[in-house]
Each structure stands twice: as C-alpha cells, then as structure tokens.
C-alpha cells in the first residue's frame, strides 16, 4: 500500500485567501508530481520535482507555486484563490529508477473557491 | 508527439460480461506502459503494467499485453463485477531523460449487477 498523503481532502474557500494543499511521502522517492484533474477526469500535470531544491513546471499553466526543502515533503500553494481554481488536486510519487517507473498518488484534495 | 489515446466512456457492463477498453500509443523510444485505476473518491492506483514489447501484466484478473507491432495496450477481464465500476487511465512512461509519463483520458467503467 501507498504511503502519501495529502490533506484536506475537501477545503471550501473563498475568493482571494490564501491556501496550501499539503503532501507528503514516507517511501523516500525522489520524484514528486501535481496533477489537477477536471470533471472530464483528464489529469493535467501541473508541477514536478526530482529531487530537493529542484521543482518544474508541468504542461498545463497553472497560477499555484511548490516547494521541495524535504524529499517527504512537497506543498502546493495559491496566493490568491479564485473560482478558477476549484478542482480536485491530485499528488503522486515515484522512485523512477532501476527501472521501476510507476507513480503512486494521494486520495486527492477537492478545493472548491466560492 | 509522445501520447495515448483510450476509447471514450462511459462503458456500461451487465455482471459477468467481458471488458475490454482499448489504448493506443505515440512515443518515441521503448516505454513503459500502465493501466491505473480510480475509485470514487480516491486517487489513481497502480491496476498493472508492462516494461517491454510482448510483455503481459496481470492482476485482479484484468490483463493487458504490450503490443509493439500495433503500438497498443488493451485491457481486458473476462467477467467483470460491480466492483470493477471506476475509470481507468492508460498510460505511458519514457524511460530517458526526466521518465515523463503521459496518461489517457481516461475510460468510465459502469457495471451492472
């Protein structure tokens, strides 16, 4: 079973607070991932990291900024929430190495921005 | 460009009848291909996988067998069950550089009892 966490699970918030979306991993990997995930279902990745100190933006622009200080640790946040951001936010992990490539994700972060 | 395609959804099943989703490929080099599955409510979940070409992965008893000629990777069970109601993701990981991995759309599952 998959050590990741994310929490909340659901935040409902209003326009223009402040908000992290937290997750981390126990199974020490380097890779970390963000997805957001429409109501087609579609995962669109939106930040990454390799390793400490090292974070990417993914293929879909996206207004949230990431942090990587601890390999378990990898947040999320928005400066200023808006409606277009309610979504569900989903996180992922995987070691990536000796050829084991598969990505283990979080239960998920449903935001609703009011 | 690297991409998957998978058949559109929603699928709709009786109990017991034979699943079949099909997924196709685009990438350059030789990935690693994955089926996922989500519950209600929860995140994506490794369902099995396949590393090279001609390799069949396996488990819950769906199956699915990398096809290098046609580029494909469908999912297959012989008799599905309730509990099989979700959406499933193909997907593909390009084993150079950052190991970037590229999933469907994702296919919803409805079973029937």
């Known amino acids: 079973e998959a050590d990741i966490y994310q929490t909340p699970r659901y935040l409902v918030i209003g326009t223009g607070k402040k908000i992290t979306l937290e997750c981390s991993q126990t199974m020490g990997h380097d890779k970390m991932y963000w997805y957001q995930q429409d109501p087609g279902m579609e995962l669109h990745l939106i930040h990454y990291?390799?390793?400490?100190?090292?974070?990417e933006k993914g293929d879909l622009s996206s207004e949230s900024t990431v942090s990587r200080i601890r390999t378990e640790h990898f947040p999320l946040t928005l400066e200023s929430a808006r409606p277009s951001h309610t979504s569900q936010y989903l996180c992922?992990?995987?070691?990536?190495?000796?050829?084991?490539?598969?990505?283990?994700f979080g239960p998920g972060t449903r935001l609703t921005v009011t | 460009g690297d991409s998957v395609t998978q058949m559109e959804g929603p699928v709709t099943l009786s109990e017991e009848a034979f699943l079949t989703i099909n997924c196709t490929y685009t990438?350059?080099?030789?990935?690693?291909l994955f089926w996922y599955v989500q519950y209600p409510g929860e995140g994506l979940q490794l369902l099995l996988k396949?590393?090279?070409?001609?390799d069949k992965g396996s488990n819950k008893g769906f199956e699915a067998t990398y096809r290098k000629e046609t580029t494909s990777f469908h999912l297959e069970k012989g008799s599905v069950q309730v509990s099989d109601s979700a959406v499933y993701f193909c997907?593909?990981?390009?084993?150079?550089?950052?190991?970037?991995?590229?999933f469907g759309a994702g296919t919803r599952l409805f079973v029937k009892a």
């Open positions: 990438a350059t080099g030789y990935p690693s």
């Open positions: 396949a590393t090279k070409a001609d």
């Open positions: 997907a593909l990981t390009l084993n150079t550089g950052g190991f970037k991995t590229i």
């Open positions: 992922a992990s995987s070691e990536g190495n000796r050829g084991s490539y598969e990505q283990y």
């Open positions: 990291s390799y390793g400490v100190n090292s974070t």
